[in-house]
């Protein structure tokens, strides 16, 4: 049965380019389902003439959320449902804090992994498993949520900062501080070896 599907969708194909028809990859055995969601003519002629620079990035209203997975200094991972809508499943969000950077957990230098790891164990105490709120809402260029995300009245983007867990960062080329190349020795054995075998991956 599944051989006859992908005979019948390649004979398509190539009967298509052939006869020149207006579906010119999905082949007439196939057409029924491929078409078989309404669109209102209106969306169709927008669809059909939209551009890249015609469109903007898609910022999901997500303004409260519980902390689930604290990456590094200024990633986090919150769980939320999806806004006016009771039924929807609980969805992950991938949040970086604005305004800041911090040590990569897989930076270039070991001094870097240690820093990661600070930043990110100061961090997780202060907010894993806590309920959140995200201010100032927009996405950045990885695709992830761009946020001030809030502990009650605690800004963390700005504790952050204030504590030197991370440096000021507005979106552009990244300032390494020196520390971050030098040898530290605040942090504990621990520490190193978790710096050694990397952290949780993002999501």
């Known amino acids: 049965m599944l051989n006859r599907f992908y005979k019948c969708c390649f004979r398509g194909k190539r ?18 389902s491929t078409f078989s969601y309404p669109i209102p003519p209106a969306s169709l002629a927008e ?8 469109t903007h990035a898609f910022v999901p209203p997500i303004h409260v959320g519980k902390v689930i997975k604290v990456y590094d200094g200024d990633t986090i991972t919150i769980a939320s449902k999806y806004p006016g809508a009771p039924d ?6 991938s949040v970086r804090l604005n305004g800041i950077d ?3 957990i897989k930076g270039k230098t070991f001094a870097e992994k ?5 930043a990110r164990d100061a961090l997780s ?15 950045e260029k990885y695709g992830r949520l761009l946020a001030d995300v809030y502990l009650e009245d605690l800004h963390l983007n700005a504790w952050m900062l204030e504590h030197k867990y991370a440096v000021p ?7 390494r501080p020196s520390e971050w190349d030098e040898t530290t020795t605040h942090i504990g054995s621990n520490a190193s070896a978790n710096a050694n075998a990397g952290a949780n991956p993002r999501i």
Not at 47 to 54: G, M, P, R, S, T
């Open 102 to 104: 911090s040590a990569e």
């Open 125 to 139: 105490k202060m907010i894993l498993n806590k309920i959140v709120v995200l201010k100032n809402l927009s996405t």
């Open 47 to 54: 669809l059909q003439n939209v551009q890249y620079h015609d």
């Open 88 to 93: 929807s499943p609980m969805y992950r969000f």
């Open 15 to 32: 009967e298509s380019v052939k006869n020149d028809t207006i579906c010119s990859i999905t082949p007439n055995c196939c057409r029924k």
């Open 114 to 118: 240690e820093q990661a790891i600070l």
């Open 169 to 175: 960062y507005d979106g552009g080329t990244k300032h």
